[in-house]
């Protein structure tokens, strides 16, 4: 089983056991008769292969790319393939890693890219490339030019006539064109993640410039950290940063991504600082290079004297003195190339204070202008006092004119409230006081009658008792009197 089929059956679940007939049938047939199942089955094959494709798992012609090589990222754990994630080829090999001993090879898969370029989620590399609108636009379509060779038109012709007159022949899959297919949401995804990687962080104008070499290195595992893309990706991923999406100028060499929505264009010092990183990239992995190589000419020298071969030994340490001489050029230039750099772009960030502080000048001069200068404002402080002023003084003529009342008069009216209002509260804390002693006396009455009614029971029962008593001193009596 291919790596491609072993990965399908194992990550996406539309690839289950008992979907898998119906996967590698002749579906095309439900295209009428079972629209849903029909769209299931083209939705689950697009899918599968899609995602297949950005994992590195369809390419047929991966190129192994050695840890450490110019290309590669420095931090990848051994080996790393280049395959195509962004553009799909369709073949014979592709057939032959779907292939399966009980279902045979996928029959309908020709209707899958046929769906799939007729929504525009997979198209020709050839139409993409030359195709002069932006894949963004709404008026984009898809025009392959070999759907109107004179072979397609008198084929279509001839099936029209035979349906006419025999009648309507029943459709069957389309038959698998040798073509390379763009896939259109994996190309917008490494889109996105490339645009958010340049310009997510707090980077200098510097940082947003790249040579294509520079480019590739940074990028190329944008995707899955386990493979890089090919280069027919990165020239599609290109293509579509520059005139898709407009993130990015691009003239061939340098790439330089757009900051504030600010227009990108590339001018000749974006090249050269573009030449200057790559070179700077480039002779650092020759410094680990050649740091390695001491350190390796430095042991075989060890192990030559631990098994006593001087000559061994010697031609080691000679080898090593010409690497670390070679070394030392290479350390110097490199410390030359980081100092330029660093002078450029210091020179770069100060051209940007400049710019902003110039454009910061020209703001305050055009609010200096609304405002009319200082001549101004004091002249309308002025004018406020004096506003100020006049209403001051309105508010005392309009107190003067005002009508005259008697002093005297206010002072007995006032007296005579503030009487009338103390009766009034005598007249009202009087009323409480007898409210107060009429409850007081009910309350007493209330106590006498119960002493009284308390010392009639206590009277009551002293009778009783003394009754009690003399019966008893009877009782006794009359058992003692028969004894004398």
């Known amino acids: 089983m291919s790596e491609l089929l072993n990965y399908i059956l194992n990550n996406e679940d539309a690839f289950r056991r008992n979907r898998l007939p119906s996967l590698y049938s002749d579906f095309t047939l439900q295209k009428k008769t079972n629209p849903d199942g029909y769209a299931v089955n083209i939705a689950a094959w697009e899918q599968a292969l899609n995602r297949a494709a950005k994992r590195g798992y369809t390419s047929s012609r991966g190129v192994r790319v050695r840890s450490g090589s110019i290309g590669s990222s420095q931090s990848a754990a051994g080996n790393r393939k280049k ?34 370029m007729h929504k525009h989620t997979m198209i020709p590399l050839p139409v993409y490339k030359a195709s002069g609108s932006s894949l963004q636009k709404s008026q984009w379509r898809l025009i392959d030019p070999s759907a109107l060779s004179p072979w397609n038109v008198m084929s279509w012709g001839a099936r029209q006539l035979k349906g006419f007159i025999v009648g309507s022949e029943g459709e069957s899959a389309p038959q698998l064109r040798v073509q390379e297919l763009v896939l259109v949401e994996n190309l917008q995804e490494a889109a996105d993640l490339v645009v958010k990687k340049a310009t997510g962080g707090n980077s200098s104008k510097l940082d947003l410039i790249y040579s294509k070499e520079s480019f590739t290195e940074e990028f190329a595992t944008v995707l899955n950290d386990a493979t890089e893309l090919s280069d027919s990706d990165l020239d599609i991923l290109l293509v579509y940063l520059s005139r898709d999406s407009g993130a990015i100028a691009y003239d061939g060499k340098t790439i330089k991504f757009k900051s504030n929505d600010e227009p990108a264009h590339i001018t000749q010092q974006d090249a050269t600082i573009a030449s200057i990183k790559t070179l700077v990239s480039t002779i650092s992995k020759q410094v680990k290079n050649l740091e390695d190589k001491v350190a390796e000419l430095t042991a075989s020298a060890k192990a030559a004297l631990a098994n006593k071969n001087r000559i061994s030994a010697l031609s080691a340490v000679k080898s090593k003195k010409m690497v670390e001489h070679n070394l030392q ?137 003394e009754s009690i008593g003399k019966l008893s001193n009877m009782s006794v009596e009359d058992r003692t009197l028969p004894a004398e």
């Not at 073949?91 to 090879?105: I, Q």
């Not at 490199?334 to 502080?357: N, R, S």
């Not at 006049?390 to 005259?404: A, H």
Request: hydrophobic residues 40%; negative net charge; without cysteine.
């Open 83 to 116: 395959t195509d994630h962004l553009i799909l080829r369709t073949d014979e090999s592709l057939l032959r890693e779907l292939e399966l001993p009980e279902w045979g090879r996928p029959v309908a898969l020709g209707a899958v890219f046929a769906e799939a």
């Open 329 to 465: 050029q290479r350390l110097n230039t490199l410390a030359q190339l980081e100092e330029v750099y660093a002078k450029i772009e210091q020179a770069a960030g100060q051209v940007e204070i400049v710019q902003v502080m110039e454009a910061s000048t020209g703001v305050l001069r055009g609010l200096h202008a609304q405002i009319g200068g200082a001549e101004r404002v004091e002249d309308v402080v002025e004018e406020l006092r004096e506003e100020m002023s006049k209403v001051d003084e309105v508010g005392s003529i309009m107190n003067e004119v005002g009508p005259v009342f008697d002093e005297g008069e206010i002072d007995e009216e006032l007296e005579a409230l503030e009487k009338g209002d103390r009766e009034a509260r005598e007249t009202k804390d009087a009323e409480a006081t007898r409210k107060r002693l009429a409850e007081l006396d009910s309350l007493k009455q209330a106590s006498d009658e119960a002493a009284r009614k308390a010392q009639r029971e206590t009277d009551v029962d002293n009778q009783l008792a």
